[in-house]
Every structure is written in C-alpha cells, then in structure tokens.
C-alpha cells in the first residue's frame, strides 16, 4: 500500500488498500443498486434484497473496517484493547458518480461525522480538491479505484473540499470516463440516524 506524499495534515492516501475482489464485487453490488438522486451525484443506494444487504454487503464492508483497525484509521476508538464485551461502532454511507458527476465544495458536518471521515473507492479514478480555510487554490489529489484516504485534525475540520463536474484530468492527462462510487466511514455525529457497523 503506496502512501504518496500529500502536503495537507491530517490527510492520508493509502493505495491498493481495497483487495480487488473485494473492489470487483462491491462494483458488481453498486451497479445493481437503485441509486438516490442528490445534485452533481447519488447520495445513498437502495439495495432490493434486504438479504443481500445483510449476507453480503455488510460482511464486505465489515471485511474492509477489520483492514482499516489493522492500520488505525480511526485512532479515537482504535487498538487491540477494548473493554471486555464492549462494540465500537462507526458509521457508513455510499455515495455514487455518473462519470462527469460532482460535489460542491464542502466540509462534512461535524453533526453527522466525528473526527475522521475515512472515504474508500470504487470504479473510476477521480479528482479529490482540498482547499484550506480562506484560500481559494486547491491541492489536487488523484483517488485511484481501491484506495482509501482518510482525513483527521487539520484536514478534516480546516480543509474543504470538492469533485469538479464534467471530464476528469490529472496533471493534464484525461482520466477514464466510467462511473465511481465511494463508501464513507466516520464516527458517528451527535445527529447521525443512519447504519452502524462494529469496529
């Protein structure tokens, strides 16, 4: 897993992080998932067999939280000492992009996600845009399928950041047109209602 050098704090890129098979069965999964319509991309995917949800999915997404405990992506609640019997939970949303799909500029609610949002990859590559508090230039960051990065402290709460619409380049080159989907990872927010997973 390749970590290239990213002049932003609290942000950490970890390539080759998603297994490919995990990587080609998720892709399989979202393709056939009904997607929610949000502005410049979906914001949450139905899936109709609620079995395929609970059989699959969840022990995917499960397989991919024991990977992030083994590297401490999460340092608030990670570490092989827990109190005995205690669940540690973190929670988790999917996100999609048709290929020329965007988010505004944003940082995520601090209500909804606590200190670490940790955001793994699926399908095509894409354009991550950081851009710290007041300043109007962005660092670029190329987010390859099956990678995983993280953000904490500075990066998390004092960095915005943003997917532009249309095509996709990195460092003047054109990235493949197809869709991409993510799955996000955070603790949990004083008003986060959605799915938990055990950490």
């Known amino acids: 897993m390749a970590s290239p050098p990213i002049s932003v704090p609290g942000f950490r890129m970890?390539?080759?992080?998603?297994?490919?098979?995990?990587?080609?069965?998720m892709l399989e999964l979202f393709q056939q998932a009904v997607p929610e319509q949000n502005v410049g991309h979906y914001d949450g995917?139905?899936?109709?067999?609620?079995?395929?949800?609970?059989?699959?999915?969840i022990p995917i997404?499960?397989?991919?939280?024991?990977?992030?405990?083994?590297?401490?992506?999460?340092p608030g609640i990670s570490g092989p000492k827990r109190p005995f019997g205690q669940t540690l939970a973190v929670g988790c949303t999917m996100v999609g992009y048709e290929p020329e799909g965007y988010?505004?500029?944003?940082?995520?609610?601090?209500?909804?996600?606590?200190?670490?949002?940790?955001?793994?990859?699926?399908?095509?590559?894409?354009?991550?845009?950081?851009?710290?508090?007041?300043k109007t230039r962005a660092c670029e960051v190329l987010v390859k399928p099956r990678s995983l990065y993280v953000m904490t402290d500075?990066?998390?709460?004092?960095?915005?950041?943003?997917?532009k619409p249309g095509p996709k380049?990195?460092?003047?080159?054109?990235?493949?047109l197809a869709r991409r989907y993510a799955v996000l990872f955070f603790e949990p927010g004083p008003r986060y209602d959605g799915e938990l997973l055990e950490y």
Do not use: C
């Open 103 to 134: 988010i505004g500029r944003h940082i995520d609610s601090p209500l909804l996600s606590g200190d670490t949002v940790a955001v793994a990859s699926f399908g095509a590559p894409t354009v991550l845009n950081l851009y710290k508090e007041g």
């Open 61 to 74: 997404l499960q397989g991919l939280l024991e990977r992030m405990r083994r590297v401490s992506v999460f």
């Open 169 to 176: 380049h990195f460092q003047g080159k054109p990235l493949p």
């Open 14 to 25: 970890l390539e080759d992080f998603i297994p490919r098979d995990t990587h080609d069965r």
């Open 45 to 57: 995917f139905t899936f109709v067999d609620d079995l395929l949800l609970d059989q699959v999915i």
């Open 154 to 163: 500075e990066a998390r709460h004092h960095w915005s950041h943003d997917i």
